[in-house]
């Protein structure tokens, strides 16, 4: 059964920066896709990065030059981070991991970063 632990949500000040984390285990297969979403203020769920299992890594416009996606692997757990730097009010949002692991779509419980003077 896949489990997902969401870590390094908080509040900072605008221009601030905040690491995520995301540890994914129990996949027979292991994790292909590993990513990140967000849902502000009633809006849907956005996708903010993701990375393939080879590293291949995506971005929203909105993030491109301040994020950077990674992940590592160890033993039977796949950890995807986020770091999020030049953090900005906008930012604001509950952050969701989610993985594609045996054919299926696993989402964490999510992680609340806010930005706020």
């Not at 059964?1 to 870590?7: D, G, K, T, Y």
């Not at 601030?16 to 292991?30: D, E, K, N, T, W």
């Not at 990375?51 to 030059?65: D, F, N």
């Not at 900005?88 to 970063?113: I, M, N």
């Amino acid at each position: 059964q896949v489990q997902l632990v969401e870590s390094g949500g908080g509040l900072v000040q605008p221009g601030g920066s905040l690491r995520l984390s995301c540890a994914a285990s129990g996949s027979i297969g292991g994790f292909n896709v590993m990513a990140w979403y967000r849902q502000g203020g009633g809006n849907q769920r956005n996708l903010v990065a993701s990375i393939s299992r080879g590293g291949t890594t995506t971005y929203a416009e909105s993030v491109k030059g301040r994020f950077i996606i990674s992940r590592d692997h160890t033993e039977n757990t796949d950890t995807m981070y986020l770091q999020m730097n030049s953090l900005k009010p906008e930012d604001t949002a509950v952050h969701y991991c989610f993985v594609k692991a045996d054919g299926r779509s696993h989402w964490g419980l999510g992680t609340q970063v806010t930005i706020s003077s």
